[in-house]
Nanobody, 119 residues
């Protein structure tokens, strides 16, 4: 089972990027999904999350109104649309899948994709 991020890159402040996370080897539609990021010298932090059925989304205050998380359960893909990017959004972005089932936790992390925003 794995998740693989793509779509990172280098952009200027104010521009947009869309990250994708392709899942395989597990029942994607049964997992809550999230995006996290880690900037150099900082702890990994939550960015956005979405429930298994897409009914509820949550965002870090720092990205509310600029980022949008979505998922396509038919294609096993998670997205993060990032608009109005700021230099402080520069980080490695990670995809995370998690599920609690019968008292056992299951989770998978991707290897990350670099997002660099220049001023």
């Amino acid at each position: 089972a794995q998740v693989v991020e793509s779509g990172g890159g280098m952009v200027q402040a104010g521009e947009s990027l869309r990250l994708s996370c392709a899942a395989s080897g597990f029942t994607f539609s049964a997992y809550n999904m999230g995006w996290f990021r880690q900037a150099p010298g900082k702890e990994r932090e939550f960015v956005a999350g979405i429930m298994w059925n897409g009914d509820f989304m949550d965002y870090a205050d720092s990205v509310k109104g600029r980022f949008s998380i979505s998922r396509d359960n038919a294609k096993n893909i998670l997205y993060l649309q990032m608009n109005s990017l700021k230099p402080e959004d520069t980080a490695v972005y990670y995809c995370h899948a998690n599920r609690d089932f019968l008292g056992k936790k299951y989770d998978y992390w991707g290897q990350g994709t670099q997002v660099t925003v220049s001023s």
